[in-house]
Each structure stands twice: as structure tokens, then as C-alpha cells.
């Protein structure tokens, strides 16, 4: 009887401590998780930094996918699930391809911060300069010296978390991206464990936004596709993922070294920063739209040389700030 009730007590006792690491497994995913808008105010927290930064960079489409070792941080450059296949793609330079008329697979690009609400991005691609600026709630466009609408599309999101380094700001940005900020969870990515904003992890059928469990940065933008857009038309674009890749600090603040773009798990576009120039010293009429809107505007042809001059000196910092890099870059 007594040795019945040992066996008993020992069957109890596996039985409980099974139970246990069985809690130890699920409790993790359990675990408190902060509402949404607090996590925001979080990674705004964590991207605090100087008033005004300026980055150098490099953008290739469609580039041959190199498996990498997870970085510094621990994350591997790749998104979630399997690497995907290299894609074979012809690599003229950007002379080559302006003069061949077509778009070219790599460009340079210089990037102007002026936190938390205004960024300039001037890009020459195939030997046309491409000017993107975004001032509080308006943005403006010029290409080739002519002045177009232009609205950031998902394409752009990426500089959004970036950029609006304030949580009224990140809130209502992630809100107009389709993010719900009153949803969030806890989640893993390679081996980490991660807080998803906009979602229940695993679900990805929905906009949201990955942030690192304990830096608060941002490590993923998911877009799933859509039959329709915000306005209800029909429209066939495909689902985008967006990853931010090997965080560093320079100074004050933290950025990404590399931002890559998949549509599946097709890499599409990739982003290598080439430097960081934190508390770069810039004038800020660079970023002054109604200017820039009066320069560039349907009658730039009957403004006067001394406007166009006043510009072009406006211009200067930039252009050397461009040259200087294709000479590194180039050497």
C-alpha cells in the first residue's frame, strides 16, 4: 500500500513539474506587454538625438541577395522564414544606363534631418536630380528642375519612424500607414523577442510595425498586399517588408546601416549607409516649401538670374556634400 502511494506521489510530482516548464514555455509569450502608444513613446525615446543630421547613402534595385551573419545587434539582414533566391541582374553604372535611357540599378543619395518633422532627400538618378521634401504636413517634389505633386507612398514609410522622432508624431503617422496603435504583442524574430505594434503576433495580414524588445528600435515595417487602396479603388500592388539592419550609434543617434526592401521574399531594393554626419550644419531654407515652390514653380523660365542664384547658393552645400561621396565612393 505504502510503496502504491509513493508511485502515486512520484506520478504527481513528474506530472507537476511538466506542468511547470510547460508554464516556463507559454508564460514568455504571456508576458505584460505595453499598450501601443506607450511603446511608440518609447522608440521615440530611443531615437532622440541631435536637432538636425545629414546621411550619405547608397540605394541599388534589384540587388544579388548575399547571405550575412547576424550583426552586431544580433539580427540577421533578412526577413522572417527562408533567405531568399539571388536575383541575376545586369550592372551598368548609372552613366551607362542614363545614356542607354533606362533607370539605373544604383544611385547616391544625401538625406537632411531636421528633427522631428522636416527631411530633404536629393537623389541623381541616371543623371537627373530628384528632390523630395517633406515639411510638416506638406511635401514637395522636383525633378529635372520642375516641380511635381508627390505623396510618400508605402515605398517612403521607411523614413517615417526615422524622422518622426516625437509620439504624437509617430502615432498619427503609424495610424495614416493603416497601423491600429492600440494593438500590440509580443513576437520573435530570429531567436529575439520583439513587440509588435498593429498586430497579434503571428498574424501578418495586417499593417504593423516591429520594434527590438529591449532598444525599442525599429526592425520591421510589414505592408501586406491589398486588393483595394485607402479610397477603396481597386489596385494590385503586392505586400512590401521593409528591415532595418545592424543599429548603430554615432554621437547622439541611432540609425540603421542598412534598410532593405522584399516583396515576398524577393529582395527589391537595398540601402547602405555610407556615413552619418550627426549636428550637420545646413541652412534650413532648404526645406522652406513655399520657396522652393515660387523658384521651381509652372513660371520658372521668366524668374529672374538673381532668384535662381539665391538658389543655386542654397544648393551649394548639398552638391558638395554629394560630390565629396561619389569621390569616396568611387576611390
Same mark, same amino acid.
Given at each position: 500500500?505504502?510503496?502504491?502511494?509513493?508511485?502515486?506521489?512520484?506520478?504527481?510530482?513528474?506530472?507537476?513539474?511538466?506542468?511547470?516548464?510547460?508554464?516556463?514555455?507559454?508564460?514568455?509569450?504571456?508576458?505584460?506587454?505595453?499598450?501601443?502608444?506607450?511603446?511608440?513613446?518609447?522608440?521615440?525615446?530611443?531615437?532622440?538625438?541631435?536637432?538636425?543630421? @545629414? +546621411?550619405?547613402?547608397?540605394?541599388?534595385?534589384?540587388?544579388?541577395?548575399?547571405? +550575412?551573419?547576424? %550583426?552586431?545587434?544580433? !539580427?540577421?539582414?533578412?526577413?522572417?522564414? *527562408?533567405?531568399? /533566391?539571388?536575383?541575376?541582374?545586369? @550592372?551598368?553604372?548609372?552613366?551607362?544606363?542614363?545614356?542607354?535611357?533606362?533607370?539605373?540599378?544604383? =544611385?547616391?543619395?544625401?538625406?537632411?534631418?531636421?528633427?522631428?518633422?522636416?527631411?530633404?532627400?536629393?537623389?541623381?538618378?541616371?543623371?537627373?536630380?530628384?528632390? /523630395?521634401?517633406?515639411?510638416?504636413?506638406?511635401?514637395?517634389? #522636383?525633378?529635372?528642375?520642375?516641380?511635381?505633386?508627390?505623396?510618400?507612398?508605402?515605398?517612403?514609410?521607411?523614413?517615417?519612424?526615422?524622422?518622426?522622432?516625437? @509620439?504624437?508624431?509617430?502615432?498619427?503617422?503609424?495610424?495614416? @500607414?493603416? &497601423?491600429?496603435?492600440?494593438?500590440?504583442?509580443?513576437?520573435?524574430?530570429?531567436?529575439?523577442? &520583439?513587440?509588435?505594434?498593429?498586430?497579434?503576433?503571428?498574424?501578418?495580414?495586417?499593417?504593423?510595425?516591429?520594434? %527590438?524588445?529591449?532598444?525599442?528600435?525599429?526592425?520591421?515595417?510589414? !505592408?501586406?498586399?491589398?486588393? *483595394?487602396?485607402?479610397?477603396?479603388?481597386?489596385?494590385?500592388?503586392?505586400?512590401?517588408?521593409?528591415?532595418?539592419?545592424?543599429?548603430?550609434? %554615432?554621437?547622439?543617434? =541611432?540609425?540603421?546601416?542598412?534598410?532593405?526592401?522584399?516583396?515576398?521574399?524577393?529582395? #527589391?531594393?537595398?540601402?547602405?549607409?555610407?556615413?552619418?554626419?550627426?549636428?550637420? $550644419?545646413?541652412?534650413?531654407?532648404?526645406?522652406?516649401?513655399?520657396?522652393?515652390?515660387? +523658384?521651381?514653380?509652372?513660371?520658372?523660365?521668366?524668374?529672374? $538670374?538673381?532668384?535662381?542664384?539665391?538658389?543655386?547658393?542654397?544648393?551649394?552645400?548639398?552638391?558638395?556634400?554629394? %560630390?565629396?561621396?561619389?569621390?569616396? !565612393?568611387? $576611390?
Amino acid at each position: 500500500m505504502t510503496r502504491k502511494i509513493d508511485v502515486v506521489r512520484c506520478a504527481a510530482l513528474a506530472l507537476g513539474t511538466a506542468g511547470l516548464l510547460l508554464a516556463g514555455l507559454v508564460l514568455p509569450v504571456r508576458a505584460y506587454v505595453p499598450e501601443g502608444p506607450h511603446l511608440i513613446a518609447l522608440m521615440a525615446k530611443a531615437l532622440a538625438g541631435p536637432r538636425q543630421l @545629414r +546621411v550619405l547613402q547608397q540605394v541599388e534595385d534589384n540587388p544579388v541577395r548575399v547571405p +550575412v551573419m547576424p %550583426d552586431r545587434s544580433g !539580427f540577421y539582414q533578412s526577413p522572417a522564414g *527562408q533567405n531568399p /533566391e539571388p536575383v541575376a541582374v545586369e @550592372r551598368d553604372s548609372a552613366n551607362e544606363a542614363a545614356e542607354a535611357g533606362l533607370r539605373p540599378r544604383h =544611385w547616391n543619395e544625401t538625406l537632411s534631418f531636421i528633427f522631428p518633422d522636416r527631411f530633404r532627400k536629393d537623389a541623381w538618378i541616371g543623371g537627373i536630380n530628384r528632390v /523630395e521634401i517633406i515639411n510638416g504636413d506638406k511635401q514637395v517634389c #522636383i525633378v529635372g528642375g520642375e516641380i511635381r505633386s508627390w505623396k510618400p507612398d508605402r515605398g517612403d514609410a521607411y523614413i517615417e519612424p526615422l524622422l518622426y522622432r516625437r @509620439r504624437f508624431l509617430l502615432e498619427r503617422k503609424l495610424a495614416e @500607414r493603416g &497601423v491600429d496603435i492600440n494593438v500590440s504583442s509580443l513576437g520573435l524574430r530570429d531567436h529575439r523577442l &520583439v513587440y509588435v505594434i498593429g498586430a497579434s503576433f503571428p498574424d501578418t495580414s495586417v499593417v504593423q510595425l516591429w520594434i %527590438d524588445k529591449q532598444n525599442f528600435l525599429p526592425l520591421r515595417w510589414i !505592408f501586406p498586399a491589398r486588393a *483595394q487602396d485607402a479610397s477603396g479603388k481597386p489596385e494590385s500592388k503586392a505586400g512590401l517588408e521593409i528591415v532595418y539592419s545592424g543599429w548603430k550609434k %554615432d554621437g547622439r543617434t =541611432w540609425y540603421p546601416e542598412r534598410i532593405e526592401f522584399f516583396r515576398g521574399q524577393r529582395l #527589391i531594393r537595398r540601402i547602405d549607409v555610407q556615413e552619418l554626419l550627426p549636428e550637420a $550644419d545646413f541652412a534650413e531654407a532648404l526645406f522652406d516649401l513655399e520657396y522652393l515652390e515660387a +523658384v521651381y514653380g509652372p513660371e520658372l523660365a521668366e524668374k529672374k $538670374d538673381d532668384e535662381r542664384d539665391t538658389e543655386e547658393k542654397d544648393m551649394d552645400e548639398v552638391r558638395k556634400a554629394i %560630390d565629396a561621396f561619389h569621390k569616396k !565612393f568611387k $576611390d
